[in-house]
């Protein structure tokens, strides 16, 4: 077993778990996080990413001891209280989830994207970077369109949690 | 996923020591194909030797020669590397090209070039570029160590620390995706060096790994233009073959993709 303490949210979160746990289900199964989504669970989907020390990962291939230390940001630390995080706000008014599966992943895809390239996003470099988030819904036309509205908005805005 | 204990060693003695006191024991740098591995239970090792915290395995230095990079460093901090865009541009363009930009930021040079899997495109760097790998106990030249599919000389235990890659006079690197899992159907490093010489390397379609491609050298040599390689065609008999491609057409993708890399020095090429 493993103790493993990571900064989740902004909170100190301390479990003793097995070596073999995956970060997702560290999230999911023991913080009761479960807007991070096990999709494939092979790596590909992307309904899983996080940020791990302010960068985008796939939690479904990082084991939780190996994030012993690190700080993780999900889905449910965007939001500022009631009001809802630039890139959260564009996909609900952009229309682009249908199912929502996916979404948690899109929009911590998204936001990662956004601050590696600042406001120099265009449509060809959008498309690109989701290569490793799938939505099986929406034809990415609608997602596509929400990442460049925030990514207009979202300048010099920091994520609520860090 | 079958029960293991994970290890995270501070260096790299301590990484060996590990490996050779606990037994049954696999190194860990990235993990983004040993932990899908694991989870379909095609590998169980009972303990994991992280890599990636080790100071000593980070970083990347240039110099006029060479661009040496720390066997930790990852994809993404490659294709980040000004430095390594400065000397070799489509080396730090194959690292942006690797998986997606989450896999990115956690797989690493190391890891891709100890696995050596037959679709990985670091392979194909280290083998044009006349790269050297440096491990905890030797340097072995690139002409020596990728010796099959997901083999190399390492021994047991072995750690890769850096690779050093030559900075050529010219080079460039194109390749054709499978059209859903990306990775290359076909490959093709071409670098020209300093000293004369051109080396051709061609990862995703051998049937024994990344191999140099002998007669595009030959040819590339006497005239180093795309148009040296028309009519060359390589041997189907040592070209992979699967549901994704025939032998045959891999065989024919290789000739197009030496010929793209030629045509488009400098950069990456792909579909």
């Not at chain 1, 989907?45 to 791990?52: E, L, S």
């Not at chain 2, 071409?190 to 080396?199: I, L, Q, T």
């Amino acid at each position: 077993m493993a103790n493993v303490t990571i900064t989740v949210n902004g909170k100190s979160e301390s479990r003793e778990v097995e070596d073999r746990t995956l970060l997702v289900h560290f999230l999911r199964d023991h913080l009761g996080l479960t807007g991070t989504h096990v999709g494939c669970d092979t790596s590909q989907c992307g309904a899983c990413v996080v940020h791990m020390d302010g960068i985008a990962v796939k939690s479904c291939t990082v084991l939780a001891a190996a994030a012993d230390g690190a700080e993780v940001v999900t889905i449910e630390g965007l939001a500022d209280g009631d009001e809802l995080h630039p890139m959260q706000a564009a996909f609900r008014e952009h229309h682009g989830l249908q199912c929502g599966f996916c979404t948690p992943g899109m929009i911590m895809t998204a936001v990662d994207m956004v601050q590696r390239h600042g406001g120099n996003l265009d449509e060809k470099t959008v498309r690109h970077e989701l290569e490793g988030n799938y939505c099986r819904c929406t034809g990415y036309h609608n997602i596509v369109k929400a990442i460049l509205d925030a990514s207009g908005k979202m300048g010099g805005v920091q994520q609520a949690a860090e | 996923m079958y029960e293991t204990t994970y290890h995270r060693p501070g260096s790299v003695a301590e990484a060996a020591s590990l490996f050779s006191s606990t037994g049954d024991a696999a190194y860990f740098s990235g993990g983004h194909t040993l932990l899908p591995t694991m989870k379909a239970r095609l590998a169980a090792p009972a303990n994991l030797i992280d890599l990636r915290n080790i100071p000593d395995l980070k970083g990347i230095q240039a110099s006029g020669d060479s661009v040496t990079i720390g066997a930790a460093t990852t994809h993404a901090e490659v294709a980040a590397s000004n430095d390594v865009a400065g000397a070799i541009a489509p080396l730090a363009a194959l690292a942006g090209s690797i998986g997606d930009p989450a896999v990115r930021h956690v797989g690493t040079m190391g890891g891709s070039v100890a696995n050596n899997d037959p679709a990985a495109d670091y392979p194909a760097a280290v083998l044009a570029l006349a790269g050297t790998v440096h491990t905890n106990k030797r340097e072995i030249a690139a002409d020596d160590y990728f010796t099959g599919l997901f083999s190399t000389a390492l021994e047991e235990g072995e750690i890769v620390t850096k690779v050093a890659f030559k900075v050529p006079e010219t080079s460039g690197y194109a390749k054709f995706r499978n059209p859903a899992s990306r990775y290359p159907m076909a490959g093709v490093f071409v670098a020209k060096h300093k000293d004369g010489s051109v080396r051709v390397a061609v990862t995703g379609a051998g049937n024994d790994g990344v191999f140099r491609w002998n007669a595009a050298e030959e040819a590339l040599s006497g005239n180093f233009s795309a148009d040296a390689l028309k009519g060359l065609s390589v041997d189907a008999s040592g070209i992979m073959s699967d549901i994704h491609g025939s032998a045959p057409y891999r065989a024919h993708l290789v000739g197009v993709m030496a010929g793209r890399a030629v045509a488009n020095l400098g950069t990456l090429t792909m579909d």
